[in-house]
């Protein structure tokens, strides 16, 4: 009888894990100053959230940008702000990293600060970003 127990209680046992739901941990990767490229990737990003919401599992979420692809944080240049704005308070899962390194670059080239819309976070490189978070067991998508 105990070994019928057992082996009920490990059958049961993947049962149990996926009822509680599975954290998943996304990086998408913009360096394109094109506001389709952004909106694919905000769209991925969405999409990602409400399935695996559905799934009854987690997703964090982060878009890293570098290169031309910083202008689509950039207050007075995205074209995607309020679409950047209105997710980051839709999806409390989501976050928007803008590199230093390209930053510094443009401020170099046009003499001032690059202000950044509120919801974008500064790391140090996009690209040293998109490596930790490989290594953290993020998957990368790159729309």
């Known amino acids: 009888m105990k070994r019928f127990a057992l082996a009920a209680a490990?059958?049961?046992?993947?049962?149990?894990?996926?009822?509680?739901?599975?954290?998943?941990?996304?990086?998408?990767?913009v360096d394109e100053n094109d506001p389709q490229v952004?909106?694919?990737a905000l769209n991925n990003a969405s999409n990602l959230a409400r399935?695996?919401?559905s799934q009854?599992?987690?997703?964090t979420i982060e878009l890293?940008?570098?290169?031309?692809g910083l202008n689509m944080l950039i207050a007075d240049k995205s074209p995607v702000a309020q679409r950047v704005s209105a997710m980051s308070l839709e999806l409390d899962n989501i976050s928007f990293s803008a590199c230093a390194n390209t930053m510094a670059g443009?401020?170099?080239?046009?003499?001032?600060?690059?202000?950044?819309?509120?919801?974008?976070?500064?790391?140090?490189s996009?690209?040293?970003?998109?490596?930790?978070?490989?290594?953290?067991?993020?998957?990368?998508?790159?729309?």
């Open 10 to 29: 490990l059958a049961l046992a993947p049962l149990a894990a996926l009822a509680e739901g599975v954290a998943h941990k996304v990086a998408i990767h």
């Open 38 to 40: 952004m909106n694919m």
């Open 51 to 53: 399935y695996y919401e």
């Open 56 to 59: 009854g599992d987690t997703v």
């Open 64 to 68: 890293v940008t570098y290169g031309p």
């Open 106 to 124: 443009m401020k170099k080239k046009s003499g001032h600060d690059v202000a950044l819309l509120p919801e974008a976070n500064v790391v140090p």
């Open 126 to 143: 996009g690209v040293v970003r998109l490596i930790q978070l490989q290594e953290d067991g993020f998957a990368y998508i790159r729309p």
